[in-house]
């Protein structure tokens, strides 16, 4: 009772403060605040890079993730082929900022419309469940974001904004796309707004034989968003997601595996009402996220099949509040408060008809609140101070403080430091289920400095940025031999520091250039973090052609730890044309890795040499 009564306090003492200050106008703006898709606060001390529609259109991926790994520094997302990164053995869609997120991916949060996406059981997010389809646009904010996130959001946040049209109408987009190795990528999509009443549905169809046999991937997924506009200043919105994809894994070039395959279904829905008025916003919301696995884990050339297939069923199901408001001049403010179920059953099914053998049957619950303020101390400096109380009925409590200071200098010049701690909660996979298992498990903590300057000229056409950043962590989890065993244990530590650069340059009205590079040292090395990540592409518009390209170099990619193996000099180029044949249909061609460079992300998982796609899209 006594950390309800404190969560209460936390709630209540802000809005006590509001109503004294409610005939108080605002008559200063606060330059850095930024409120997000998701609604609140934004820390705008914390870097953040914003993918739109069009950018995503451009690279006709039916995955989020290779453009997102492209176009933002630090991010690394590991791939295994073509189409389709599977789950369990063999599996890819492993995501790390800044050398932090873990494969599988429990340190770095993934979120549509500010709603988690993580499994139950497992703790971290399906990566073929990012589909393109999904966005308006992505925001990825790099570093620890657990102040307004909590857990899994220590190495950062990848927030995928739904689609939703803003003018009255009706919108429809088909397409269809075939290319090498069988690949074959289709989608439906439709956007209605009458008046107050907004829709937006899509229905995609995926697959690809890959490069390799026995390496087939096949995907369907749709979505569906309605929202309803009542009275001036209140929403309400429903969304729903669902995916269903097999996948097979062939192993390792040297170590074959036969019929490891997978069949995964997942879906998730949210109910969210909105207020927004001149003084003060937020959002109620209601979030579910359930999966049903089904795996066979395969056998090695020699062996005998398995008798038993693995299953689990996990789920998520939560509710948030949050209200931005504004106490007094200069002043904005977020409070919250989060609660998250989660949990599952595992267990092993037995061919010959046995008596199925369960692994793991397991829930928890995480209650927290937090408050999150920038205040504008003079016209041109202003402070950020969040802080957080986290509960887990499992492991524990945390406190998760953060602060900021953002200065704007002349010649549209701003720089920003901050201080912010980070942490995740063990999973209940790392906590009860398989021989590492570990209950007495605590929670990892970073602790995150950064320094960043950033600079717009030549009337908005040209800006750049830098970040300079420290991380330091313990108590990070890994499987070591304990008495003889393998065990889950917190020993180990995150050391790292480096550096970003991200610029972009409007040319012309018809030409735009833009690279980014990051340069990351990690005293203790973890896979899929490479020491050097480049990229920088050009996208010229004319008339009815569209022209894109963009080269990607990676360097000290360590693609396993024991043995230590490292990928150099990965030089990646790709390129796209686009011909918008009449006012309402285009054609384009895509190709990818066109100098056909040899080299390997997982390790043992060689990636496919040049490949090409070509395709139709129809508006109406």
């Known amino acids: ?18 109503a004294q200050e409610d005939s108080l106008k ?38 989020l993730l290779p453009t997102l790994s492209q176009h933002i520094p ?5 791939s295994r082929g073509m189409m389709g990164y599977g789950v369990s053995t063999g599996a890819a869609g492993g995501m790390t900022l800044r050398g932090v997120g873990g494969s599988p991916t429990t340190a770095l949060m993934v979120l549509i419309d500010g709603h988690p996406q993580y499994m139950g059981l497992m703790g971290h997010p399906i990566a073929d469940a990012c589909q393109s389809s999904l966005a308006e646009r992505v925001e990825v904010s790099r570093g620890p974001a657990s102040v307004v996130y909590g857990s899994n959001a220590m190495g950062g946040v990848i927030n ?14 088909i397409e269809l796309g075939y290319g090498s190795y069988n690949t074959l990528q289709a989608s439906l999509s439709n956007r209605i707004k009458a008046g107050k009443f907004t829709s937006a549905s899509s229905v995609n169809y995926n697959r690809t034989d890959s490069h390799r046999k026995d390496m087939e991937f096949d995907q369907i997924s749709a979505l569906v968003k309605l929202g309803y506009k009542f009275g001036e200043h209140w929403d309400i919105a429903g969304f729903g997601n669902f995916t269903h994809f097999n996948a097979s894994n062939p192993g390792t070039v040297s170590s074959p595996i036969i019929d490891n395959d997978s069949r995964i279904t997942r879906y998730s829905t949210s109910l969210s009402l909105r207020n927004s008025y001149q003084r003060t916003s937020g959002a109620l919301s209601l979030f579910f996220n359930r999966g049903h696995h089904k795996i066979n884990d395969g056998y090695s050339q020699g062996e005998a099949p398995l008798d038993y297939r693995f299953s689990s069923c996990d789920d998520m199901v939560g509710a948030s509040f949050y209200q931005n408001f504004t106490l007094f001049r200069g002043n904005n403010t977020t409070i919250g408060v989060d609660f998250r179920h989660f949990g599952g059953k595992a267990w092993n099914s037995y061919l010959d008809g046995s ?27 202003s402070l950020n101070l969040g802080l957080r109380y986290d509960h887990h009925s499992q492991v524990g409590e945390e406190w998760i403080p953060k602060a900021g200071l953002s200065l704007i200098l002349p010649k549209n010049k701003t720089l920003r430091a901050i201080v912010s701690k980070g942490f995740r909660y063990p999973t209940i996979r790392e906590m009860y289920m398989f021989p590492p298992q570990n209950p007495d498990l605590k929670p990892e903590h970073t602790w995150n400095y950064e320094l960043a300057f950033e600079q717009t000229l030549e009337d908005n056409n040209f800006s750049y940025g830098v970040n300079v950043y420290y991380i330091d962590g313990k108590n990070i989890i890994q499987t070591r031999p304990i008495n003889g065993r393998p065990m889950n244990v917190n020993n180990g530590k995150v050391e790292n520091w480096g550096i970003e650069c991200q610029a972009a340059w409007d040319l012309s009205s018809a030409l735009r250039i833009s690279a980014n590079y990051n340069y990351l040292n990690m005293k203790y090395p973890v896979v899929a973090a490479p020491k050097h990540k480049l990229y920088a592409g050009a996208i010229f518009t004319k008339g009815r052609f569209v022209i894109d390209s963009g080269v990607q170099y990676i360097n000290g990619l360590i693609t396993q730890t024991s043995p230590v193996s490292v990928e150099r000099d990965i030089v990646l180029w790709d390129a796209g044309v686009e011909l918008r044949v009449f006012k309402s249909s285009a054609i384009y061609a895509r190709a990818e890795n066109i100098l056909g460079q040899r080299y390997q992300i997982n390790a043992g998982y060689p990636m496919p040499r040049a490949t090409f796609m070509t395709g139709a899209k129809l508006k109406f």
């Open 1 to 18: 009772m006594k950390k309800f009564y404190l969560s209460a306090i936390l709630f209540v003492i802000p809005w006590l403060a509001m």
């Open 26 to 63: 605002m008559q200063a703006q606060i330059g850095e605040v930024v409120i997000t898709a998701s609604g609140q606060l934004q820390d705008r001390t914390l870097p953040t890079t914003t993918i739109h529609r069009k950018e995503i259109e451009q690279k006709h991926n039916t995955s």
């Open 74 to 78: 630090s991010l690394f997302i590991t």
């Open 160 to 173: 995928i904004v739904s689609r939703q049209k803003q003018d009255d109408g009706v919108e429809n987009d």
């Open 355 to 381: 008596a199925d053998k369960t692994i793991a049957d397991k829930s928890a619950n995480n209650i927290a609140s937090y408050i999150n303020m920038q205040q504008l101390l003079t016209h041109n400096l």
